[in-house]
């Protein structure tokens, strides 16, 4: 792994200003410097080491939980843990004690970003992402001959090193296979990230053992080799066929038909990564690698990550997709000064075909926003017919379904049009009322004969309009509604984010379609 790719991501801390506690000046023998994470029961700080002026990472018990027997006695465990754990792929244990407000523990400082982060705005290639999965696979297996399973992994607690190498972290939840049973009143009790954890471990966490680690790392071995995040939906026909067998394995539901001890796994992931070094194998992987770059790429050209920073407007839109869009295209444009123009898009039929033709949507979708800005006509429904007007003269036998906003900010206006099958929605911030969206449009296609109509909506500061690709069950519509009201006062970032991982199990779904959320809230 080349330094560069992993040396440019910044270690951020992620607070604010109002959640931020009191810096201490000394905790234990070591000299504060920074607040880097505010946890849910402890907090993390930068602080040096005055024997060799060396960074380190202070664990504090958070204050509130300070007479919890039951959590104190969890994080002396995580400090016995780490001490047990003397391995080059997971973080050191330099010392622990108590301090004035409690209990502490000094861990190396890691210099490097989490996995997940890396994982969010790079792709690696199978040789790459497997020699990442082995390191996490030979932290793993010295846990298990000590007697640890870890219980959390995931790629938040994977950490990569500014020379690629991989550090396990947080051992908070772990557990020694010969430990005491716990009380049977806490024998439910969750515990786990649910996307990483196994079957059993979702069940019941004390039925965890070794197998439950290798499960969760197979799904972690998943998403590298996608190169995105999973969400918890798992397409193994993506992968290689000799890959794809190691990973059914290690995913079996019952524990017994999976991998029962992490040096078997280790075992089948060399060998492969050894045969994808022979001169025949290479060749067709560079094939698949290929072939999924060139997808990847050009997902990347019609589900923008590059939201625009518009003064007046935030915006933010999230995917749950797999390795393809499959014909889904988002896109905002600037038509003048204080109009703005967003539209969501989707092909009717979902192959590799739709790609090409997606593209081509794309182009007479930015000839039609062209037009109108010539023109300064600014009605959806007449860019959507020239549009159509583009379409009926294509060779392409392709129908589009779309959604297309036009805020006018001098007027305080959303203009509105759809011909999208999904849900909408308007949130009016002064009367804290969600209302859906609905149009009932025909879907673009090479019938010149189409007419389109718009409605016109207030658009006022603090208002939101969130534009979905699926439609959500009925039984769900008034929960939907109410976390948008509820969330109204957080970013948009987090009202797409949420909509995606809480209504994704409630969509209506139909092939391989993309669940996408955006969301536009005007600012003052």
């Known amino acids: ?18 959640e931020t506690p009191i810096i201490p000046k000394k905790i234990g023998p070591y000299r504060i410097e920074s607040l880097l994470k505010k946890g849910g029961m402890s907090f993390l700080y930068l602080g040096v080491d005055p024997e060799n002026a060396k960074p380190i990472v202070i664990k504090v018990l958070s204050p509130k939980f300070i007479k919890n027997t039951e959590v104190i006695n969890r994080f002396l465990k ?45 792709s690696l290639s199978v040789h790459k992402a497997l020699e990442i999965i082995l390191q996490v696979g030979y932290a793993l297996c010295h846990l298990h001959t000590h007697g640890i399973i870890h219980r959390d992994l995931k790629p938040e607690n994977i950490l990569i090193t ?14 020694l296979i010969n430990e005491e049973k716990e009380d049977e009143s806490k024998r439910k009790s969750f515990m786990g990230t649910p996307v990483y954890m196994s079957p059993e471990q979702k069940e019941d966490p004390k039925k965890v053992t070794f197998s439950s680690d290798i499960y969760s790392l197979a799904v972690i071995t998943y998403e590298l080799l996608l190169g995105k995040l999973s969400f918890g939906v798992i397409h193994l026909s993506l992968i290689p066929k000799k890959l794809r067998l190691i990973l059914e394995k290690a995913l079996q539901n019952d524990p017994k038909k999976r991998y029962q001890d992490i040096v078997d796994f280790i075992t089948d992931l060399s060998e492969y990564l050894k045969s994808y070094t022979e001169l025949e194998d290479t060749k067709n992987q560079e094939n698949y690698d290929e072939r999924y770059t060139s997808l990847v790429n050009t997902d990347r050209l019609f589900l923008t990550k590059d939201i625009p920073a518009w003064k007046h407007l935030e915006i933010a839109a999230e995917y749950d997709t797999t390795i393809s869009s499959f014909g889904l295209y988002t896109d905002f444009f600037q038509i003048s000064e204080n109009i703005f123009a967003c539209i969501l898009a989707k092909s009717e039929k979902k192959d590799l075909e739709s790609y090409i033709h997606t593209s081509i949507f794309r182009g007479y979708v930015k000839m039609a926003i062209s037009i109108a800005k010539l023109k300064k006509e600014f009605s959806p429904a007449n860019i959507l017919s020239s549009i159509n007007t583009a379409l009926e003269q294509d060779l392409m036998d392709q129908k589009f379904f779309v959604n297309l906003i036009v805020m006018n900010l001098d007027k305080d206006q959303i203009l509105y049009s759809n011909s999208f099958d999904s849900d909408n929605y308007f949130a009016d911030n002064a009367n804290q009322k969600c209302t859906p969206l609905s149009i009932n449009n025909p879907i673009l296609s090479k019938d010149i004969n189409l007419s389109f109509i718009e409605t016109t909506l207030n658009f006022k500061i603090g208002d939101e309009i969130i534009l979905l690709t699926k439609k ?31 209504y994704k199990n409630f969509i209506i779904k139909k092939e391989n379609d993309t669940f996408a959320s955006i969301c536009i809230q005007r600012k003052a």
């Open 472 to 502: 959500i069950k009925s039984e769900k519509q008034d929960l939907i509604k109410k976390q948008i009201i509820d969330n109204m006062l957080f970013s948009c970032h987090n009202q797409a984010e949420k909509i995606i991982l809480t």
């Open 1 to 18: 792994m080349e330094n560069k790719e992993i040396a440019d991501q910044p270690t951020i801390p992620t607070l604010t200003k109002f």
């Open 162 to 175: 500014e020379n690629g190498q991989i550090k396990v972290i947080d051992f908070g939840i772990s557990a």
């Open 78 to 122: 995580e400090a016995d843990i780490i001490r047990l754990s003397n391995h080059p792929n997971i973080i050191k244990l330099y010392g622990q004690g108590q301090w004035d407000h409690g209990l502490y523990i000094a861990m190396e400082f890691v210099q490097g970003i989490s996995l997940k982060q890396f994982l969010l705005e790079k």
